[in-house]
């Protein structure tokens, strides 16, 4: 059900072929480009119609792609072509001109074709390091809808700016169960509306890890499995919600592959952008609002603005669901009015957001469940949960910050509802995102989990707790949890 099925990309040949990562027209080029170092070495008879066509196939797909746009991974591809037509033309044009033909000794010529085959290995190398995101199939019986709202809240001021008269303004993302598009329907975006949007998050993303941007050029070109403003899901059924808070600088699109899976099983995803504080948020009058919030590396500084950080994040999130409760209700006009059930609420975030979850669900007894995904708890006072809890976390290591765990661990504890802490060997920080899908697999930072299992680990197991707190679904979640990971339950009363 995760398998991935390739799908065109923004209607281009930027298509991506599952397990390669490259278009038809890159995978085309290659083979063109090893063909014109290769007929340097072949017999006689056979180098002038393999030049020939190798240059066509060549020319060809340059030509196209310098249309729809070159990703960066093709350069080295077209560089090592561009050297070796020289020698690979010169003998032709000798011939037509009755020259004598002149070859380089093959001691001379080798480290030359060396050199250009191993430029041109580098495209595929790196369009798999790289590529443009494929998305996991949804797996569940519904079509995926999305759509983006604007909400402001007008009694609570923007701590981030000195202006007395801003008020705080959050833009969420919305994945719902919808009915089947047509086949030619055109898929949302991945991190915008619009290819302006995506561009200005992925290159926002990009600063505020440290990387180029052009690295991750594929990311805006993705499309995803869900359609824009797509009609609900016929009937008149209720969907229990489920709102969403990034990682630090992280944005709302950041775990699409999860929340996609959630919508097609019938639950409504609130994804939220938190302005100045995710990487970038474009805002319906076109302003852009840049991240003012970051880490500085020392941990008990970071430990007191984590504090404030999760107080905003978290009424953010009651605020939201407070926007949901009127949407549903119908004082404000909108396709999902009746459709869903806010009385079965859960709060979730990644990172941060998994600690402002925390701190939301403490506050506010309207959320029914509590997944966390490797965040770090920052209530100073530990107030007790009264709410089922799932945490996921990575694998721990010498490296892991020594007051993550026993925080997280006395959070369990004290809480006045069954609570599961769930370690997946094999898992980093980022396998609990879409991160996987398009950065290259370094165990320490993305987990050895690969591709594919990453966003199914995640969404199975959640999916499954989910169903259990919220729709009260007699499965055997334990079970469930521990063919993941070391599971401990933590049972209210039992606090050793």
């Avoid at 007395?164 to 898929?187: C, E, I, M, N």
């Avoid at 809480?415 to 898992?427: E, H, K, Q």
């Avoid at 995102?433 to 199914?456: C, F, K, N, Q, W």
């Avoid at 499954?464 to 499965?475: C, G, N």
């Amino acid at each position: 059900m995760w398998h991935r099925v390739p799908r065109p990309q923004d209607g281009r040949v930027t298509e991506i072929i599952t397990g390669l990562s490259m278009s038809p027209l890159e995978l085309l080029a290659v083979p063109g480009a090893v063909a014109l170092v290769v007929a340097r070495w072949l017999p006689r008879a056979a180098r002038p119609r393999v030049t020939i066509a190798a240059g066509a196939v060549l020319a060809l797909s340059a030509i196209v792609l310098s249309v729809v746009g070159i990703r960066w991974q093709m350069l080295p591809v077209l560089t090592g072509a561009a050297l070796a037509l020289p020698s690979a033309l010169s003998p032709l044009l000798r011939r037509r001109t009755g020259r004598p033909a002149w070859r380089a000794r093959w001691w001379l010529a080798l480290p030359g074709s060396v050199a250009c085959i191993g430029l041109i290995a580098t495209g595929p190398v790196a369009a798999w390091a790289f590529p443009v995101p494929v998305f996991p199939e949804p797996s569940g019986r519904f079509a995926v809808g999305t759509r983006v709202v604007q909400w402001t809240d007008p009694h609570r001021p923007e701590t981030a700016t000195a202006d007395p008269r801003d008020r705080r303004t959050v833009v969420v993302q919305l994945w719902y169960p919808a009915r089947k598009s047509p086949a030619g329907a055109q898929r949302a975006r991945y991190l915008g509306r619009t290819e302006h949007e995506a561009r200005t998050v992925s290159d926002a993303l990009a600063r505020h890890v440290g990387l180029p941007g052009f690295l991750v050029d594929g990311v805006p070109r993705a499309r995803t499995h869900s359609v824009f403003n797509a009609p609900v899901a016929g009937g008149s059924g209720r969907f229990p919600v489920v709102l969403f808070s990034p990682g630090l600088g992280g944005v709302r699109t950041q775990n699409t592959a999860w929340a996609e899976e959630l919508a097609s099983h019938g639950y409504v995803v609130a994804a939220l952008d938190h302005p100045y504080d995710s990487a970038a948020v474009v805002l319906a009058d076109g302003r852009t609002i840049t991240a003012k919030v970051t880490s500085t590396g020392d941990p008990d500084k970071d430990e007191k603005l984590g504090i404030g950080w999760t107080a905003v994040r978290a009424a953010d999130l009651s605020f939201v669901l407070t926007q949901l409760g009127r949407l549903d209700r119908g004082e404000t006009a909108d396709p999902l009015t009746g459709r869903l059930d806010t009385g079965r609420a859960a709060v979730t975030g990644h990172s941060i957001g998994g600690g402002s979850a925390v701190q939301a669900a403490r506050q506010d007894r309207r959320f029914d469940a509590v997944i966390d995904l490797d965040g770090y708890p920052y209530d100073p006072t530990s107030r007790p949960l009264h709410q089922p809890t799932l945490a996921l976390t990575q694998a721990i290591t010498p490296d892991t910050d020594p007051r993550y765990i026993p925080r997280l661990t006395k959070v369990l504890k004290h809480n006045t509802a069954t609570s599961y802490r769930l370690t997946v060997p094999g898992a980093a920080h980022l396998t609990f995102m879409d991160a996987p899908l398009y950065l290259p697999p370094v165990p320490s930072i993305l987990g050895s989990l690969g591709r594919t299992e990453s966003p199914h680990l995640v969404a199975a197991t959640t999916l499954a707790f989910l169903d259990t707190t919220l729709r009260h679904r007699p499965d055997a979640l334990t079970a469930v949890l521990s063919a993941y990971g070391d599971l401990t339950v933590y049972h209210p009363g039992n606090r050793r």
